[in-house]
Every structure is written in C-alpha cells, then in structure tokens.
C-alpha cells in the first residue's frame, strides 16, 4: 500500500504533541498524530493533573483540624483512597475524551497506536502496519521514570504505577527528593501513609534557592516525613514469598520494611525505538534529542518538542514549544522559544513558588546583591493552629534594582509565583513593587511592603 501523504506526523499526544497538531492543522496543514497510551500524556493522565487534585485532597484534613478554631463543630470523619481513585479517574478520562474531540474538530487524524520512524520521511504504526509519507515530522514522545539497576528494581512503582495503585499503601518508602518524590511523598504523608523519603544527599530540591530548601524540609519534618539522608537503595526483596510487603536495604545497612516503594529519581528522554537513529536525528549526551530555537533537531524537516529534548520538563514549556513549532512551520512567523525565567511551584503543603536567580546564583552573577524577606505565620493559623510558617524572598541587584530572583514557601505560593512571572517579564524592579499598594490582609502583601533589606552580599 503506497503510504499516505501528510504535511505533519506528530508522534506522542502529550502536551507538546497536542499543542502543535492542534495549532498546525488550524493553520491548514493535514495533520496526522499517533499515541501509542492515552491521549493528554503524562501531564493529564500520570502527572500535574492527578497529582494535583490528590494534593487538594490530602490538605482536607488540616483544613478539618483548623475549621475547629473557627468554631465548627466536626463529626467523624476518615479518607477512602478507591473513592478518590474513582472520582480522579473519571475526571481524566473526561479530559482525555475532551483532547480527542479538539483535535478531531481541528481536523486532526488521531491513531491509538505506537509510531515510529522507518527513514527520515516515513512513519509507520507499529499495530496497524499503516505508513505515512511525512514533509515534516515532529518528535514529542515525552520522558520516562528513570529506573536504577538494582535487585529487585521491578519491585518498585515509578509515578505512573503510582497512579494505578488501587488502595493506600500503610508504609511507602520514596526514593528521590526532587519535586515529584515530595509532592507524592507528602500528599501519601498527609493522607495517613508512613512515609519514609531516601536521598543520596543531605537536603531536598537540589537547584533551588538554600534557605527554601531547609524551610520546606523542616516543615515536612514536623508533620512527620521521615529523611534518612545521604543513602540510596541497594536491594528490594518481598518479605514474604507470595506477601505484598518490602524489605529495602540501604548502602548504609539500614533495612527499611514497607508495602510500597515509590522510585522518583528523574526522567529520561524517551527516544528509544522510536527510529530516530534511522533517521539521522542526533542526541545528546543524556539521550535527548538535540534542536535549536526553532525545535529544529539535526535533520531539517523533524523537529522535536518537550521532554524528549531535556530542555525544561515542564507541560507549560511542552506547550509554548509545540505553539512555536506550528505557527514558525505552519503559521508564517517565525517563533523562536527561550526559556528563561519560567515561574514553577512545587505541590508539597506547604507549596513554594519561584521564579529567577537564587540568593547563592545571584551573587555569583552581580557585584552587589540585597535580599529583602519576611518569615511570618499565616494569618489562618493564629485561629486554627499549625506551626509552618512562610517565607518570601526577593533577591534584587543593588546597582540595577532589578529583581532577580523571588522565592516563596507557603499557601497559595504557585498562584503569587504565576503573577509575579508577569511583572518578571517586564524587568520589574524593587521600586516598582515599593511603589505597588498592598491588598491587605493578604499574604501576598508581603511582597510588596518590605522596605528594609535582610541580606546585603557585595559591594
Ligand atoms: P508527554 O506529556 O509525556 O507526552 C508524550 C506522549 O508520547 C505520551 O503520552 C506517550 O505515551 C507518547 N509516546 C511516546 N512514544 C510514543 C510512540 N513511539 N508512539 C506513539 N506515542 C508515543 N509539569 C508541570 O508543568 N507541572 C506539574 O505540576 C507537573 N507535575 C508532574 C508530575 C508528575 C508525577 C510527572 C511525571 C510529571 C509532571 N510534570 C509537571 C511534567 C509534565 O508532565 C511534562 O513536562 C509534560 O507532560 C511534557 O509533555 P510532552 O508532550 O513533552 O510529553
């Protein structure tokens, strides 16, 4: 059969792929997309979105503790994870079906099955057999769980088993102490599961600013996350031959027991078997694919967008790059993606937003370096108790005045940090917040009415 002639081939509908067909075929081009799993990817059905409506669920219970200091009277009340499971699942196969429809009405073709490259013009589907003559084609198969070699390594869930456990596992051990580890440690934590956290060094969230680090870990601390620090894994065995427990053992001999361990140690770029070497299309050292500005990889007309090119793991870069490739190829501009100065929050409760240079970045990049911060207790918690506390930080370049950097730990922080992307982007400086009137009684009033600088570096 001779193959079918398309302007586009997207491989992967996730949420770089989704966005470039979308947009491509609204430009005009006749666009095919393949999805070997489940259309929205990991963002929608194993990644922000489940996670986060399980993070909003694990934060019921203090919420239920605090309303007592509010005067509400509570009767019994107890968490059922099936009942959970069942009320997210149905939301995203709700999103799932909604993706479908947008594309189909953008004019779309869709596939539900895996794809992959046959030369540098052809893409054939690996069920069905059926090929594609392609004048472009677009690589966005995403990331996948990094797994380390260890006995019993398959013993152990990544994120997206974690997303089909059917009941709450007792004890969970989680390995990693990068975003997703705590977000998914803290909200099993915060659900009633004793969770222990393993990392290799001796604090969370290596890259971010060090005074949030030791605030957000002594925060997860108190509410009860167990660190053991400086460790990692070396086996995983079954307590007992046809039981569901785990024994892990650590370098340090530790024997940790526990009826799950959660491995969240990094993402890898998914290009294996996906006919790249075929292709010609280069990679890079960590397997991902090589592009520039335009998403263009080594072979002119396949360009590659999201986390298959390593360059931020975020959906909402995915998408800014998939928008870029379509109206650049499709549209008639020529759009090029920088990523700089992207704001990202971190789920844990307390959750953080940040945006730009840290304390320890900047004064590595400017000659004189101010730090201006509040450490305070949230209003909500003079009536209703708990004891984390929040931190803002403005990390500002004396001689410009310009903001380098912002870092907060505390309720609401992802929307502040959202916000404060905006006023990033216009190159805002200390007296331009100085100079902003405060919404009071807010947190976010902080923000704008520290006057006096707690750190001076340089100069
Ligand atoms: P994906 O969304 O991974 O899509 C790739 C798709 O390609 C997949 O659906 C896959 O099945 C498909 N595929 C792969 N190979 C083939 C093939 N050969 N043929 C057909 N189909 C194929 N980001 C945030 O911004 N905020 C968050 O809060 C956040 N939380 C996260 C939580 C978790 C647990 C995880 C794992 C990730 C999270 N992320 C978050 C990251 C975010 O999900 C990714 O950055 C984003 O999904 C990347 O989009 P993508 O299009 O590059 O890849």
């Given at each position: 059969m001779t193959p079918k002639q398309v302007d586009l081939f997207v491989i992967g509908g996730g949420s770089g792929g989704v966005r470039a067909a979308r947009v491509a075929a609204q430009h005009g081009a006749r666009v095919a997309l393949a999805e070997e799993y489940r259309l929205g990817g990991t963002c929608v059905i194993r990644g922000c979105v489940p996670k986060k409506l399980m993070v909003m669920a694990s934060?019921?219970?203090?919420?239920?503790?605090?309303?007592?200091?509010?005067?509400?009277?509570?009767?019994?009340?107890?968490?059922?994870?099936?009942?959970?499971?069942a009320q997210v699942d149905a939301e995203l196969t709700r999103l799932e079906g909604a993706y479908g429809s947008t594309l189909r009405n953008a004019g779309v073709e869709l596939h539900a099955e895996r794809a992959l490259l046959e030369d540098a013009h052809t893409v054939r589907l690996t069920r069905s057999g059926e090929r594609f003559h392609a004048a472009r084609v677009l690589v966005a198969t995403g990331a996948t769980p990094q797994a380390p070699a260890i006995p019993g390594a398959e013993l152990a869930s990544s994120s997206n088993e974690f997303f089909l456990w059917p009941t709450q596992p007792r004890r969970v051990l989680v390995q990693g102490a990068g975003y997703i580890a705590l977000e998914l440690a803290n909200l099993l934590q915060r659900l009633g599961s004793e969770v222990t956290v393993v990392l290799r060094g001796e604090k969370i969230l290596r890259g971010f600013d060090e005074e949030l680090r030791d605030h957000l870990q002594a925060a997860l601390v108190s509410q009860g996350l167990r660190f053991v620090t400086g460790a990692a894994l070396t086996s995983i065995t079954r307590t007992h031959r046809s039981g569901l427990g785990l024994r892990a053992t650590l370098d340090s001999g530790e024997v940790i027991e526990a009826d799950a361990v959660l491995r969240a140690l990094g993402r890898v770029p998914n290009t294996a078997g996906v006919g790249l070497d075929v292709a010609g299309v280069a990679l890079d050292a960590h397997g991902a694919v090589r592009v520039d500005e335009f998403s263009r990889s080594s072979v002119a007309h396949i360009h590659a967008v999201g986390d298959v090119t390593n360059r931020v793991m975020l959906t909402p870069a995915a998408i800014r790059e998939g928008q870029a490739f379509a109206d650049t190829e499709f549209g008639g501009r020529s759009v090029p993606v920088r990523h700089e100065l992207i704001p990202t929050a971190v789920f844990t409760t307390p959750e953080l937003g940040v945006i730009g240079l840290t304390e320890a970045q900047a004064v590595q990049q400017h000659a004189a370096v101010d730090v201006y911060s509040a450490n305070f207790r949230p209003m909500k918690a003079t009536l209703g108790?708990?004891?984390?506390?929040?931190?803002?930080?403005?990390?500002?370049?004396?001689?410009?005045?310009?903001?380098?950097?912002?870092?907060?730990?505390?309720?609401?922080?992802?929307?502040?940090?959202?916000?404060?992307?905006?006023?990033?982007?216009?190159?805002?400086?200390?007296?331009?917040?100085?100079?902003?009137?405060a919404v009071h009684p807010t947190a976010a009033e902080e923000l704008v009415t520290m006057r006096l600088p707690t750190r001076r570096h340089g100069g």
């Open positions: 934060r019921f219970g203090q919420e239920f503790s605090d309303a007592a200091g509010f005067g509400w009277t509570l009767g019994e009340r107890h968490f059922e994870w099936p009942r959970l499971k108790g708990g004891s984390t506390r929040t931190l803002m930080k403005l990390v500002v370049a004396r001689a410009s005045d310009r903001v380098l950097g912002v870092h907060i730990v505390g309720p609401e922080a992802g929307e502040m940090i959202q916000l404060l992307g905006v006023a990033m982007q216009m190159g805002t400086r200390k007296a331009d917040l100085d100079a902003t009137l």
